[in-house]
């Protein structure tokens, strides 16, 4: 298995966590994989993808169905709560994935966050000839390290503008919530955004796909993976209970809760299974 994370050019960061690019070598026949690896289902290859806040999907010589969708080009998923398989048909799996920063999808490519929640689109049904354009750059160009710049150079294209007043106001209430570690309620964050309770709803379908409570919860539930993966890379002991109390979450059960739902696995099996296979909870096997 080849997996490969790479950042995007500094501006860009608060709109694009990363680039992760991952390859499974051969095909089953030639892998042969364990009868009771659950990574593989009747000799198709699955990898799970954990809830974000919206993410394209590239493929490059492969077919896979996602969520019931089937195509072997880009692939846009909106913003979700529940952890998506993709499902290779043949067991071989080349792709990249472009996972965004809150808002960063919408900012940068001008969708409506709120059509796209919960769905799964191709690019070619969505129409639009920027993602298009994008698709062909992964299929053309083999180097993870060549296409990351042709897909900065795309984006810094794209920029939104200094003055976007909305982008700037969602930025603060982010920010709060990070802050307040989640324990923040939704007339706090209208207020920091200077917004009543239902212009702010609307900010956030628009801008990030869910409803606030939602984004709390999601958010919380990131900000936990990354204080896993920060403390198992510098080799010290994880303790879930400080982790779920560090951010918010009433006890242990309150945090094994959430991972199930959002996980589909507990914060001990999340522990044990996504450090030693890859350096990102992004990605992981189940």
């Known amino acids: 298995m080849y997996f490969q994370i790479l ?4 501006a ?16 089953t026949d030639t892998m042969a994989p364990p009868a009771n690896d659950p990574r593989f289902v009747n000799g198709r290859h699955v990898q799970p993808l954990l809830p974000n806040y919206g993410s394209l999907v590239f493929q490059r010589n492969v ?11 880009l692939v846009l998923l909106g913003a979700n709560q529940t952890t998506i398989g993709i499902t290779t048909l043949s067991g071989w799996y080349e792709g990249m ?11 940068l490519l001008r969708i409506d966050l709120q059509q796209l929640s919960g769905k799964v689109l191709t690019a070619r049904i ?8 994008l698709d062909r750059i992964f299929k053309s160009t083999p180097l993870a390290e060549d296409i990351v710049p042709l897909m900065d150079a795309f984006f810094l294209g794209h920029l939104p503008r200094k003055d976007d007043a909305v982008y700037a106001r969602l930025r603060k209430v982010i920010a709060a919530c990070d802050e307040a570690k989640g324990n923040i309620s939704a007339a706090g964050m209208a207020s920091v955004a200077c917004l009543g309770e239902r212009q702010l709803l609307r900010v956030f379908r628009t801008y990030v796909g869910i409803p606030p409570k939602q984004f709390i919860r999601l958010r919380r539930f990131h900000r936990a993976i990354q204080n896993m993966q920060r403390t198992a890379a510098n080799g010290k002991p994880i303790d879930l209970m400080a982790i779920a109390l560090q951010h918010g979450y009433y006890d242990l059960s309150h945090m094994a809760l959430e991972f199930q739902q959002m996980g589909c696995v507990s914060p001990s099996h999340f522990r044990m299974l996504g450090i030693p296979l890859t350096p990102d909870f992004s990605v992981f096997f189940a």
């Open 7 to 10: 950042q995007p050019a500094e």
């Open 12 to 27: 860009l960061r608060p709109y694009i966590t990363r680039y992760v690019f991952v390859r499974a070598e051969g095909s």
């Open 63 to 73: 077919t896979a169905e996602i969520s019931g969708i089937v195509s072997d080009g």
């Open 97 to 107: 994935m472009l996972d965004f920063e809150p808002g960063g999808m919408h900012a």
């Open 126 to 133: 969505y129409g639009d000839e920027g993602l298009l354009q």
